[in-house]
């Protein structure tokens, strides 16, 4: 079964300040994706990574995807208050029944203090 | 069009009643997924159509919910005698029959079982 662990859980952050979210999974694969949720509020996609050593980034947030340490980073650069929010990262495993599913990890929820 | 339509946004019922929720994907998306998200989770997997046909149902579908895709478009999704524990939010998301299309999600029905 795979698994995915975010940490950290839970974030305070004081804003121009930089950190890293982690993100761990349990099985192989090579389609890793983060989303945004603001409360009471559904998904928002930020990055698709779709193979080993992708990189993406905007603004000032920056994804990273190492598939075989199964390990995606999230990196926040000078957070602002607009950052603050619930991120997800998720993996995808393709099946033939089970089509592009995702399993979540617990969240990482981000507070940015002025 | 513009994106994955739930409906309704929220819901209150008393426990034992049945409730029942509609997803519109995003048109020419042949896939299409429920998901459900408890307070401080991450979105946990239910099932997964292809076309008209539910090829995967998690664990987490008890025989009190029920999905359909009768025609390969919308959606329903119905939870018969509804509990307490049945108090989340029910996200839909839909893509394309290709791998490694990405999955957009809906805003989300959320229940409240009183």
């Known amino acids: 079964e795979l698994k995915v662990e975010q940490n950290p859980l839970f974030l305070s952050m004081q804003e121009g300040k930089n950190y890293t979210i982690y993100c761990n999974y349990s099985?192989?694969?090579?389609?890793l994706y983060w989303y945004r949720q603001d409360p009471g509020k559904s998904l928002e996609s930020l990055f698709v990574?779709?193979?080993?050593?992708a990189v993406k980034q905007e603004g000032r947030l920056m994804a990273s995807l190492d598939t075989k340490a199964r390990l995606s980073t999230l990196h926040i650069t000078a957070a602002v208050h607009d950052l603050s929010a619930t991120y997800f990262c998720?993996?995808?495993?393709?099946?033939?029944?089970?089509?592009?599913?995702?399993?979540f990890g617990e969240g990482t929820q981000l507070t940015v203090n002025p | 069009d513009t994106g994955v339509s739930q409906d309704p946004r929220h819901k209150i019922t008393k426990r034992g009643q049945n409730v029942t929720f509609r997803c519109d994907p995003i048109?020419?998306?042949?896939?299409l997924y429920w998901y459900r998200q408890t307070l401080g989770q991450g979105p946990e997997f239910l099932t997964y159509?292809?076309?008209?046909?539910?090829?995967?149902k998690s664990r987490l579908l008890s025989d009190r919910f029920s999905a359909e895709r009768p025609k390969g478009s919308f959606s329903t999704l119905e939870i018969q005698r509804t509990e307490q524990g049945d108090s989340a939010m029910y996200l839909c998301?839909?893509?394309?029959?290709?791998?490694?299309?990405?999955?957009?999600f809906g805003q989300g029905t959320r229940l409240t079982v009183v």
């Open positions: 998720a993996v995808a495993l393709f099946g033939e029944t089970s089509g592009s599913r995702l399993t």
């Open positions: 998301a839909s893509s394309f029959v290709v791998e490694n299309t990405e999955a957009f």
């Open positions: 990574l779709l193979s080993n050593g």
């Open positions: 099985t192989t694969s090579d389609r």
């Open positions: 048109s020419e998306h042949n896939r």
């Open positions: 159509f292809q076309n008209e046909a539910q090829l995967e």
